[in-house]
């Protein structure tokens, strides 16, 4: 109901202004309590937009701006593929030494004769083993040759000294002339161009960018 000679929009405002003020005091009067150590008062949930006099929608909250994917260059993603081959590489290398049998049985053999005791079934077992380990490390080393190429190529620094240290002792191998097969060498010589490659200054860009993305997430 409407009283006449007054405006419709001041009397329904009024209701509203005298609620803020009944909010204002109860607000009050809890601070008091609660400073005198009287308890806890509930306050009474008030809707935002019924406080709203004048009906505009709140505004949206403000989103983060989102950081851009970084990108890895040229640079690490060839390292990233030398590591690969470096991978697979060394893979082959110690699966071709199961065909070597015969050449592991004579070397044992030629040693057994140095002042050795062992027998032609101990020999073949020495050998057997031999070869087992030579696969297994083979494995364990494409393994991780591979796990830490995709960490390299997600931006990851520690996955880069890691793979350096690897390369560094391969080429050690190859400055040391360590006995071997031309598919060991091109594997090793893989792996040290790929260390190269992730340490030209776009790949130190890089790194450096994958590391600021990450701390903004």
């Given at each position: 109901?409407?009283?006449?000679?007054t405006?419709?929009?001041?009397?329904?405002?009024?209701?509203?202004?005298?609620?803020k003020?009944?909010?204002?005091?109860?607000?009050?009067?809890?601070?008091?309590?609660?400073?005198?150590?009287?308890?806890?008062?509930?306050?009474?949930?008030?809707?935002?937009?019924?406080?709203?006099p004048?009906?505009?929608?709140?505004?949206?909250?403000?989103?983060?701006?989102?950081?851009?994917?970084?990108t890895?260059p040229t640079?690490?993603?060839?390292?990233?593929?030398?590591?690969?081959?470096?991978?697979?590489?060394?893979?082959?290398?110690g699966?071709?030494?199961?065909?070597?049998k015969?050449?592991?049985?004579?070397?044992?053999?030629?040693?057994?004769?140095?002042?050795?005791?062992?027998?032609e079934?101990?020999?073949?077992?020495?050998?057997?083993?031999?070869?087992?380990?030579?696969?297994?490390?083979?494995?364990?080393?494409?393994?991780?040759?591979?796990?830490?190429?995709?960490?390299?190529?997600?931006?990851?620094?520690?996955?880069?000294?890691v793979?350096?240290?690897?390369?560094?002792?391969a080429?050690?191998?190859?400055?040391?002339?360590?006995?071997?097969?031309?598919?060991?060498?091109?594997?090793?010589?893989?792996?040290?161009?790929?260390?190269?490659?992730?340490?030209?200054?776009?790949?130190?860009?890089?790194?450096?960018?994958?590391?600021?993305?990450?701390?903004?997430?």
């Amino acid at each position: 109901m409407t009283i006449p000679g007054t405006n419709p929009r001041l009397t329904k405002s009024v209701p509203k202004v005298f609620d803020k003020w009944l909010d204002l005091r109860v607000s009050r009067r809890a601070l008091t309590m609660r400073a005198r150590g009287e308890g806890v008062i509930v306050l009474p949930m008030t809707n935002p937009a019924e406080d709203n006099p004048y009906g505009y929608p709140a505004p949206p909250p403000l989103e983060e701006p989102r950081q851009a994917a970084v990108t890895p260059p040229t640079e690490v993603l060839g390292a990233f593929w030398g590591y690969v081959v470096a991978a697979v590489v060394t893979l082959v290398a110690g699966l071709l030494s199961l065909g070597q049998k015969q050449e592991v049985i004579d070397s044992v053999r030629a040693a057994n004769k140095q002042g050795g005791s062992l027998t032609e079934d101990q020999i073949n077992q020495v050998a057997n083993l031999l070869i087992t380990v030579v696969v297994v490390v083979a494995v364990i080393f494409a393994a991780l040759y591979l796990l830490f190429a995709f960490k390299l190529r997600a931006g990851r620094n520690w996955a880069r000294i890691v793979l350096t240290i690897i390369a560094a002792l391969a080429l050690l191998s190859l400055l040391f002339g360590r006995a071997g097969s031309v598919t060991g060498y091109i594997g090793e010589l893989a792996a040290v161009i790929a260390a190269v490659l992730s340490y030209l200054p776009a790949s130190n860009s890089y790194f450096t960018a994958a590391k600021a993305s990450r701390q903004l997430r």
